[in-house]
Structures are given as structure tokens and as C-alpha cells.
Antibody, heavy 120, light 108 residues
């Protein structure tokens, strides 16, 4: 059973960079695709971006100028970086698996979520 | 792509409820449905044409018509009270995902 273990700071200062990691256990990071989703407190889900195990990435257009993702196969880990954060980036951040076909995409495993607060 | 959901829906215990999701991308792609309870990560409920992961009761089903997808709960239970989100992939050229705004389901 795949499990995702998230880590990273819970507090980031405005204009700085948010960095989160997601370690995969119970499976290989090369056998799936991955994505990040966030949820501002009391609000809905927002898709941030995806990374295939080939290294291909694609991001939410509203965040694409500030976001990047990477894969570290030696550590079975994938990461999210979001630059120049503001209070609007305060949210619970989730890492998750991603499965896509020609007719659908779905997420069947989620990390535990990390609340990241942007504040000085 | 933009997906639109009703913010809130209620259903009497044991009755049937249908939660809707509208969006242009749903004309070509199946919606995926997630359930989220307070303080928890979302859980996959329906994916593909009408597939349920193991552990999801068969009272949950999915369907679609045109640009609208439906999540139906037949015989709603108290534990079904939650937020429900639909999701869809974008066009085949730009593989991106989008979520609907979510529907809060209240079981009366």
C-alpha cells in the first residue's frame, strides 16, 4: 500500500520560498505520477501541478511563473517549490499520486497534508 | 477548465441525492469525485465511467450527460455528510487538472 509522507516548514515569510517534500513508501516513485494540491483554510481544493516519472511537468497556469517540481529517485521523494509567497499562499498542501488515461485522471493516495502559513 | 458545483445540498437520511458538476471539459473526459470530511485529506469515491475504489460502498455511483457529471448516493447515510469535489483533466494537449468548488452535503 502506497503511503505518502510530507515534510516541510509550517511557517514561511512573505516574499520567501516555500519548499515541501513528499516521501513515498510501499511503492516506487518511478512507478507512478505525482501531483500537488492545496486548500486554503475553509476553502476548496486547488490543483498546483503534476510530474510524470519521466520528468515531464505541467502546472496550474495561475501559479506557473512561481512553481516548480522535482523528483529524487534515490530518495523516493518528490518536491514542490513555490517562490515569492504571499498570504494568499497560506493553505494545506497535499502531495498525491496521479493516474491518467486518455479519458480521465484520478488521485488514489494522498499525503497527510501540511498547513503552511505565510506570515512575518 | 472550470468546473461548477452547487455549494450545498441536503438529503434526508436514507433518501437519494444527486450532486452535479458542470464544465466544458466533461464533454470529453470523465469526472472524478472525492469526498472530504473535516480535518481529513480527500478520498477517491468515483473515477472513470463509474468505478469505485475498494472500500467505497455501492450506494455511490457516477454518471454523465453532455457537460454535466453526477454523483449519486442512493440511500444516504449519516456518515456520507461531507464535502464532495469533482475533478477533471483538461484538454489532451495541455494535461492539467481542475477541481470544482465543492458541494457540502448535509444528511438530515
Amino acid at each position: 500500500q502506497v503511503q505518502l509522507h510530507q515534510s516541510g516548514p509550517g511557517l514561511v515569510k512573505p516574499s520567501e520560498t516555500l519548499s515541501l517534500s513528499c516521501r513515498v513508501s510501499g511503492g516506487s516513485i518511478t512507478s507512478s505520477s505525482w501531483n500537488w494540491i492545496r486548500q486554503p483554510p475553509g476553502k476548496g481544493l486547488e490543483w498546483i501541478g503534476l510530474m510524470f516519472n519521466s520528468g515531464f511537468t505541467n502546472y496550474n497556469q495561475s501559479l506557473s511563473s512561481r512553481v516548480s517540481m522535482s523528483l529524487d529517485t534515490s530518495k523516493d521523494q518528490f518536491s514542490l517549490t513555490l517562490t515569492s509567497v504571499t498570504a494568499a499562499d497560506t493553505a494545506i498542501y497535499y502531495c498525491a499520486t496521479l493516474h491518467c488515461s486518455s479519458v480521465t485522471c484520478y488521485i488514489d493516495h494522498w499525503g497527510q497534508g501540511i498547513l503552511v502559513i505565510v506570515s512575518s | 477548465s472550470e468546473l461548477t458545483q452547487d455549494p450545498a445540498v441536503s438529503v434526508a437520511l436514507g433518501q437519494t441525492v444527486r450532486i452535479t458538476c458542470q464544465g466544458d471539459s466533461l464533454r470529453g473526459y470523465y469526472a472524478t469525485w472525492y469526498r472530504q470530511k473535516p480535518g481529513q485529506a480527500p478520498v477517491l469515491v468515483i473515477y472513470g465511467k463509474n468505478n469505485r475504489p475498494s472500500g467505497i460502498p455501492d450506494r455511490f455511483s457516477g454518471s454523465a450527460s453532455g457537460t454535466t457529471a453526477f454523483l449519486t448516493i442512493t440511500g444516504a447515510q449519516a456518515e456520507d455528510e461531507a464535502d464532495y469535489y469533482c475533478s477533471s483533466r483538461d484538454t489532451s494537449v495541455n494535461l492539467r487538472l481542475a477541481f470544482g468548488g465543492g458541494t457540502k452535503l448535509t444528511v438530515l
